[in-house]
Each structure stands twice: as structure tokens, then as C-alpha cells.
């Protein structure tokens, strides 16, 4: 079946640094990927909406200065966390839709980040 | 908008009992329904979703959910967990009215299923 592939899996990166994570469909295109966070026993929160050749749209509250999305290539967005603080540590998954108009959507494993 | 409610943080079941997470949602336009699975440091896995079509949904692993439009619920059972079946449920929504229908899910806040011997 389809899979959406997440890379790194664990990530720790000190405060004020960035970090990158990588989010890819391996046997399909990807036109619409979305990222979201999960804290701790908590659920998943939509954090922005990534399109193919344009600018990302971001949820409410979301800031779009600090979490960076890009998704240069109907296989891969990424999300960089700018000047992390421990704050921002959290479980960012990625979830791709299968084509432009399908409603079949697939998740990654997701990253941890740990920000120390 | 939409929102999903799940009552049960975490439900305790012993092994081969039938096992019920309940899920109601709200919203003022038609919505798809999905359950996700989560199993500890992974990411989501589909279960199962309904789109359109018997209210009765089968899914992986022996789960099925029923969607119930009056009582804006969508369920999910199985008649006899396992052990493995000890995860975190996720019951999410998505607006059917959007161009391509499962695109930004809303999602509840879990349940945790603990199956015991």
C-alpha cells in the first residue's frame, strides 16, 4: 500500500537552533500534504495545510514565521521548526493525500522533537 | 466547523471481551468519518471510514463502526479484542463538502484501549 515516509524519527536539537523534518509520499504524488502536533496524551492538532508549488495556508494561531513548510516537489514537504525552544517539543506527524481529488489520505510515523 | 467527542480517556478490557469507543461529532455540513489507530511511538493508522453508502462500516483487524446520522455518533466495536489491540483510538471528521472530502481532519482527543488478560 501507500506509505508516507517521515525522516528523522527522533530529533534532539538545542534551543535556538533549527531543525528540519521531512515528509514523503514513496509510491504516489502527493499534490496536498498536512502537518500536524500531538502533545503528550493529548490529540492531533492541524497545524497547517502544504501545497505543492505554493505557499502553505496555516492554522489559526500557527506562526508561520516559525514553523516553515515548504513542499517543493509533489513527493516532499518539510517542515522546519526556526529557533526551537523547548516549547515547540512535540510529535509532528505529516499525513499526504493520494492524488488531487482523492479523499484517501496516508500518515507518517511520525518525528519527536526534543528541544533542550 | 467541526468537532469530535470522545467521553472514554481510556477504556480497560479484558482479553476476547467486546469492546465499544464511542465517538459523536458536530457539524453544520455533511462529514466524512474516519477512525485512526495509533500504537505507542508510531504514527496513525487508518481502521476504517464512511464516506456514503451501509452505515455499517468493516475495517482492519476486526473492527467496524456505525455511522448514525441522528445521533451524530460513529462508534467503534469489536466483538473479541486481543492484546494487540492495545492502542490509542482516534476518531476524526473531515468536511464532505470540501473539493477531494478527506482533507484537514478534525480529530478527538483519543481513547486509550488497555487490553488485559
Known amino acids: 500500500g501507500a506509505v508516507v515516509s517521515q525522516h528523522p524519527s527522533r530529533v534532539i536539537c538545542k534551543s535556538g537552533t533549527s531543525v528540519k523534518i521531512e515528509c514523503r509520499s514513496l509510491d504516489f504524488q502527493a499534490t496536498t500534504m498536512f502537518w500536524y502536533r500531538q502533545f503528550p496524551k493529548q490529540s492531533l492538532m492541524l497545524m497547517a495545510t502544504?501545497?505543492?508549488?505554493?505557499?502553505?495556508?496555516?492554522e489559526q494561531g500557527v506562526e508561520k514565521d516559525k514553523f516553515l513548510i515548504n513542499h517543493a516537489s509533489l513527493t516532499l514537504s518539510t517542515l522546519t521548526v526556526t529557533s526551537a525552544h523547548p516549547e515547540d517539543s512535540s510529535f509532528y506527524i505529516c499525513?499526504?493525500?493520494?492524488?488531487?481529488?482523492?479523499?484517501?489520505?496516508?500518515f507518517g510515523e511520525g518525528s519527536w522533537l526534543t528541544v533542550v | 466547523a467541526q468537532s469530535v467527542t470522545q467521553l472514554d480517556s481510556q477504556v480497560p478490557v479484558f482479553e476476547e471481551a467486546p469492546v465499544e469507543l464511542r465517538c459523536n461529532y458536530s457539524s453544520s455540513v455533511s462529514v466524512y468519518l474516519f477512525w485512526y489507530v495509533q500504537y505507542p511511538n508510531q504514527g496513525l493508522q487508518l481502521l476504517l471510514k464512511y464516506l456514503s453508502g451501509s452505515t455499517l462500516v468493516k475495517g482492519i483487524n476486526g473492527f467496524e463502526a456505525e455511522f448514525n446520522k441522528s445521533q451524530t455518533s460513529f462508534h467503534l466495536r469489536k466483538p473479541s479484542v486481543h492484546i494487540s489491540d492495545t492502542a490509542e483510538y482516534f476518531c476524526a471528521v473531515s468536511d464532505r463538502t470540501l473539493t477531494g472530502g478527506g482533507n484537514k481532519l478534525t480529530f478527538g482527543t483519543g481513547t486509550q484501549l488497555k487490553v488485559e488478560l
Open positions: 502544504s501545497n505543492e508549488g505554493s505557499k502553505a495556508t496555516y
Open positions: 499525513s499526504a493525500r493520494v492524488g488531487r481529488l482523492g479523499n484517501t489520505i496516508y
